[in-house]
C-alpha cells in the first residue's frame, strides 16, 4: 500500500460535516491509468494567514520531475506558491485547471450550502477535494470527497434535473450530479460518462472502462442559447475536421422530451489511460476571463511546450477556422495541452469549437491586435511574428474557406433549424470579406 492510499484509507468523516470544514492539506499525485503507480506530486497546504495554498514538492517528485507547468515552473525545489492575482483563488495555477468552473461550480455551490458551508468562504482545498480522484486530467487529490460506489447514469436521469437543479434538489441528486460533472470547465450544464459501443447505453465515469467502450462528456444548451445550438456545434465540428482541424469524435443524443444533447469523446482519456492537461490560461497563469492576449502568445506557447513546427501550424490553421467560422468564445481555457507519463507534452485536440457571436463581437484573443474584424492582413502578422511562411497562411485561409463554403451541407446533416443556419451562414460570408 503506498503512502498515498494509507493516508485515503484513514477515517474520514461524513460527506455533510466533510464540506462544513476545510480540509487544511491535500496530497496531490499523478495518476496515467493503465496500470501505471499513482506517483505522488506534493502536498497542498492552505495558508488562511496569506488565504493561499502552496504546494510542497514530494522529494521523490523533486529527484525525478516531470515538466507538469514547463513555463510558469522550472525548478521542483521546496515549494510552489501562486502567483499575484486570485486567478485560481488563491491556488498554484498547475492545479487550476482542476478548479471546477461554470456549471460545475454552480453544483459545488449548492452541494456546499446543503451541507450547512458558504461557498464564498469555501478554500480551493476544499473545491480540490470534490474533485478527488476523477477529475480532468492525471492530477488527483486526497483526502477526496467522500463517494458511495459508481451509480447508474442516464440521458433521462441528467435531463430531469439538469433543467430545474437549485436548492430544491436532494443532497443524493446533488452529489451525483456534482460528482458526473467531474470538475469540468464551462457555463452549459454538462456531465461525464462511458458510452456503449453502439451508442445507446451510459456508464458512471469513476467505473472500470469495459472494452469497446469511450469516455466521454456530454452537455445540453444553456437556457440562453438559441434553439439548434448543439445541432451547430455538431456541424461545426464536422466542418472543423473538413478544414483539416484536428478533434476527438462527436455526436448527438436526444432525450424523450427531444431535446438534443451534444456528445464528443474525451481527449485525456484515451482508453485506460490517462492524461496530464493543462489549458494555456494555467500555463499562462492568467485569468481567462480578463486577460487580454493574442494568438501570437497562444502560438509562442505552442512552439515552447511541444516543440513541434506542426503543431505551431495546426495552431495556426485553428485561429484561422475561429475568425473565419465566427466562433469567438476562444478564450484561453479552450485551447488544451496534453503531457504522457514520460513528460512528452503534444497539442491537444480542438474543441469546444461553434458559432459564439462574442462578448460586444469581440474574439476573446487578439490577431496580431485586432480582436473585431480580422482578415488576411492581420493573418500575415500573426504569421510573421511566429515564423510561418506567408504561402503557408494563404493555403490554410483556402483550406478553411472551402470547408466553410459546405456549411449548408453540414447543417442539413445535423438538423440545424433553418433560421441558425441561414444566420451562421451570413456571418460566416461578413467574416471571410474581410482583408
Not at 474520514?12 to 499513482?38: I, K, N, Q
Not at 456530454?218 to 482541424?245: C, P, Q, T
Not at 506557447?301 to 503543431?311: E, F, K, S
Amino acid at each position: 500500500m503506498t503512502d498515498i492510499q494509507h493516508n485515503f484509507d484513514q477515517a474520514m468523516p461524513c460527506p455533510r460535516a466533510f464540506l462544513r470544514s476545510d480540509p487544511r492539506s491535500l496530497e496531490v499525485a499523478l495518476d496515467f491509468g493503465a496500470g501505471f503507480a499513482p506517483r505522488p506530486v506534493g502536498t497542498l497546504d492552505w495558508d488562511d494567514t496569506r488565504r493561499q495554498a502552496v504546494l510542497r514538492w514530494d522529494a521523490r517528485f523533486e529527484a525525478d520531475p516531470l515538466p507538469l507547468s514547463p513555463v510558469l515552473v522550472r525548478k521542483h525545489e521546496g515549494s510552489l506558491k501562486p502567483r499575484r492575482g486570485w486567478a485560481f483563488e488563491g491556488a498554484p495555477a498547475l492545479v487550476g485547471d482542476s478548479l471546477p468552473d461554470g456549471w460545475a461550480r454552480l453544483l459545488a455551490d449548492y452541494e456546499i450550502r446543503a451541507s450547512g458551508g458558504s461557498p464564498e468562504g469555501t478554500s480551493p482545498l476544499t473545491r480540490l477535494s470534490l474533485v478527488g480522484l476523477h477529475g480532468i486530467g492525471a492530477l488527483t487529490y486526497r483526502p477526496a470527497y467522500p463517494l458511495t460506489e459508481p451509480q447508474e447514469v442516464s440521458l433521462e436521469w441528467f435531463a430531469g434535473l439538469a433543467a430545474d437543479v437549485g436548492e430544491c434538489v436532494k443532497m443524493d441528486d446533488l452529489t451525483r450530479l456534482n460528482n458526473a460533472s467531474g470538475g469540468t470547465h464551462g457555463q452549459k450544464p454538462k456531465f461525464l460518462a462511458q458510452l456503449s459501443p453502439d451508442g445507446e447505453t451510459l456508464r458512471n465515469h469513476r467505473a472500470p472502462l469495459p472494452q469497446g467502450w469511450k469516455h466521454v462528456l456530454i452537455k445540453r444548451r444553456s437556457r440562453n442559447d438559441r434553439n439548434g445550438a448543439v445541432e451547430a456545434e455538431v456541424a461545426y465540428g464536422l466542418m472543423a475536421r473538413a478544414a483539416g482541424l484536428r478533434t476527438t469524435w462527436m455526436g448527438m443524443m436526444g432525450s424523450i422530451t427531444r431535446e438534443q444533447y451534444f456528445v464528443t469523446q474525451r481527449f485525456d482519456r484515451p482508453g485506460n489511460k490517462r492524461l496530464h492537461v493543462q489549458t494555456a490560461a494555467a500555463l499562462f497563469g492568467a485569468d481567462f476571463r480578463t486577460a487580454e492576449l493574442d494568438y501570437i502568445d497562444l502560438l509562442k506557447l505552442t512552439r515552447a511546450i511541444t516543440r513541434n513546427p506542426t503543431q505551431v501550424e495546426e495552431m495556426m490553421l485553428r485561429m484561422i477556422f475561429n475568425v473565419r467560422a465566427v466562433n469567438r468564445d476562444d478564450h484561453l481555457k479552450n485551447h488544451a495541452f496534453l503531457m504522457d507519463e514520460r513528460g512528452r507534452w503534444a497539442l491537444a485536440p480542438a474543441y469546444d469549437l461553434s458559432y459564439s457571436y462574442g462578448r460586444g463581437g469581440l474574439h476573446a484573443l487578439g490577431i496580431a491586435g485586432n480582436r473585431h474584424q480580422p482578415g488576411r492582413m492581420h493573418f500575415h502578422d500573426v504569421a510573421r511574428a511566429i515564423g510561418i511562411e506567408r504561402e503557408t497562411v494563404w493555403d490554410m485561409v483556402s483550406q478553411v474557406d472551402e470547408a466553410l463554403g459546405r456549411w449548408p451541407e453540414f447543417a442539413e446533416a445535423c438538423g440545424v433549424p433553418r433560421l441558425l443556419k441561414c444566420s451562421i451562414q451570413d456571418d460566416i460570408e461578413c467574416a471571410r470579406s474581410w482583408t
